[in-house]
């Protein structure tokens, strides 16, 4: 009986892209009701396209290992986080949130590209080429070797590859392409951006690229909660996830390599957004500090370390009575629960009353630092917004802080050390085991938060330290201590 047959067919959700052994009316994964489709039904596509590529295995040695070298594309920053360029054959995912400048970007690198010679294609399924043209205008001459096809049909997208030749093909973005409409015989179901029409568009895509060894860019749009909606589905199958982040509200973008089968993950690309597109950030300082108020509780700089890149953030905090019940923790670019962790510590080794207060932390201009590194300035900034007290303006913080409040080494420290430095910053607090500073700049050594608060007048009311001896030992005769 068919029913039996169907019994045995594994079935994809295409609301969430979980699979079940059966067909089934309610996701169990989701909760989503009917939502389940066959797989077989899902790809045919890629499934010939597979059957195709089907080779005999070669001894490794004999690999051309310069077949994969990444091209440049001309636009530093992202050749920078690629490590050199887009390598041909390859699949690139560019996550972001809608509006955060994904289409300006490639639209850069497309034009780059084109003008470095090679030709390139935008499939644009979101805007009309009209309206690509003026996005274009904006960014500077537009090269003959970039062509532009509206479409929204994988079958198009597919006959485009096969006649221009093309050696870089960007889709923007892969959620409005679908493949096949749903009244041709084995087409996955549903409308595009549905995790089936998805993955199908990306499979097929992804042997395209590998045949005609044209690198591929997709963009992909992604949800408030950080995952890629649909795309989430597609990070194994490509070859290099690319998030595109920032905050809307201000111009700094950070492109980072999420995942990366040709190189390391670690580097971050920095641009601004202007009216002529995107600008490599040299000196991020000058954006991320260039409106600091300086001489108010609370501040302080901190140096973060992304990938081979430090950057020198101001961070902040505010504390003000209860509004409710419950305390409030609220955090903007920090880990939540390494502030909950450093209010314990405050709360616990320094007697610093946080337990009937609510606190918000946040790092300004858009930049997210969830390294432990930041506990340190995150805990001065607390203990000054406490206080009343300000923070000297010279003054930054590094270091981790561990649950019995001692304060950790962190790495790259030199290098964010030299940083400060280089910004200005002349009093920094560090672990007591960091290596010496710069010239011109007065490390203040700590071993625990205690230390610190003590450094900068900030010490707790005095009715902490349940168990033991006082927070800082020796603390007055510490070098560097600084009246507020
Ligand atoms: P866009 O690349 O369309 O974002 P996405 O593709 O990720 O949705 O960028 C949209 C925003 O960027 C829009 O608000 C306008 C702004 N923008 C500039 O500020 N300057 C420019 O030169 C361009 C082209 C866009
Ligand atoms: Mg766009």
């Known amino acids: 009986m068919g029913g ?37 039904a899902l790809d045919p596509l890629v499934q010939a396209v597979d059957a195709l590529d089907l080779a005999s295995p070669v001894p490794l040695a004999s690999v ?38 994904k289409s300006t970007l490639l639209l850069q690198v497309l034009r780059s590209r084109a003008a470095g010679g090679g030709r390139v294609l935008l499939v644009s399924a979101e805007e009309s080429a009209h309206q690509v043209r003026l996005r274009a205008e904006r960014l500077g001459p537009v090269p003959p070797s970039l062509l532009v096809l509206a479409a929204t049909e994988l079958e198009a997208v597919a006959a485009a590859l096969a006649t221009a ?16 409409s749903a009244a041709e015989a084995g ?38 909660d950080g995952g890629l909606a649909g795309p989430r589905t597609l990070e194994h199958l490509v070859d290099t996830v690319l998030a595109f982040e920032g905050d809307r509200h201000h ?34 300082g000058r954006l991320l500090l260039g409106d600091r108020l300086t001489g108010v509780p609370g501040g302080i700089v901190l140096p973060a370390v992304e990938g081979r890149r430090t ?3 101001e961070l902040q905090a505010l504390v003000t009575p209860m509004a409710q019940a419950q305390p409030k923790r609220s955090v903007v670019g920090l880990d939540g629960g390494r502030l909950a962790m450093v209010l314990a510590v405050l709360a616990r080794h320094s007697g610093l009353p946080t337990v009937a207060v609510d606190v918000f932390a946040s790092v300004a201009g858009g930049v997210r630092v969830l390294e432990p590194a930041a506990d340190l300035a995150l805990a001065l900034a607390v203990a000054s917004a406490v206080a009343g007290v300000p923070l000297p303006a010279d003054a930054a913080a590094v270091g981790e802080v561990g649950l019995a409040g001692e304060v950790r080494q962190v790495t790259a420290l030199v290098r964010r050390l030299e940083e400060c430095a280089r910004l200005g910053f002349r009093r920094i607090v560090v672990p007591r085991s960091a290596p010496a500073g710069p010239e011109g700049v007065e490390l ?32 007055g005769s510490r070098p560097g201590t600084i009246a507020p």
Not at 264 to 280: H, I, K, R, S, V
């Open 311 to 313: 950057l020198v953030v």
């Open 165 to 180: 030749e093309p050696v870089l093909v960007v889709v923007d973005s892969v959620q409005a392409v679908s493949a096949g």
């Open 187 to 224: 087409a996955p179901g549903g409308p595009p951006g549905t995790v089936g029409q998805v993955r199908a568009v990306a499979d097929r895509l992804v042997s395209l690229a590998k045949r005609q060894g044209v690198s591929v860019v997709l963009v992909g749009h992604v949800t408030k």
């Open 444 to 475: 203040v050594r700590v071993d625990t938060v205690g230390d610190a608060l003590t450094a900068f007048g900030l010490s707790g009311t005095g009715h902490g330290e349940p168990d033991g001896p006082g927070p800082c030992p020796g603390a």
């Open 4 to 40: 039996v047959a169907k019994a045995t067919t594994r079935h994809r959700c295409l609301d969430c892209g979980a699979t079940t052994v059966r067909w089934v009316g309610r996701c169990p994964s989701c909760g989503e009701w009917n939502s389940l489709v066959a797989e077989s």
């Open 64 to 101: 051309d290992p310069l077949a994969a070298a990444a091209v440049p594309t001309g636009v530093a920053e992202f050749d920078r986080v690629l490590s050199g360029g887009l390598v041909p054959g390859s699949v690139t995912l560019l996550g972001g949130e809608p509006g955060i400048g």
């Open 251 to 284: 111009s700094l973008r950070l492109l980072r390599a999420v995942k990366h089968r040709f190189g390391p993950t670690g580097e971050l690309g920095l641009f601004e957004m202007g009216d002529q597109g995107l600008a490599a950030v040299a000196n991020p």
